[in-house]
């Protein structure tokens, strides 16, 4: 080890000690946050979807009326392409 490298670590060791700071005036304003007008508007969309409902009732009960009168027609191509879709990106 180099004794010209310990005697540097030292020193910097030894020049740590505290100093007073004269305090500012009392100049300083409070902290504050600001929310963008693109932040609010995510806000409210964020609201409005956590009201909607997961399911739609009125959608399904539709549907399971037209399935228990055996009018409801499903395009089969249709929904292998949509499930396809699904695995396939």
């Known amino acids: 080890m180099r004794i010209d490298a310990f005697n540097r670590v030292s020193q910097l060791y030894q020049n740590n000690s505290t100093r007073n700071i004269a305090k500012a005036g009392k100049t300083t304003q409070p902290d504050r946050v600001e929310i963008s007008q693109m932040g609010k508007d ?48």
């Open 42 to 89: 995510y806000q409210v969309a964020k609201a409005a979807v956590e009201k909607a409902p997961e399911i739609r009732e009125d959608v399904v009960a539709d549907i399971r009326e037209r399935m228990a009168n055996g009018t409801y027609q499903m395009d089969m191509d249709a929904l292998a392409d949509k499930l396809l879709s699904g695995y396939i990106c």
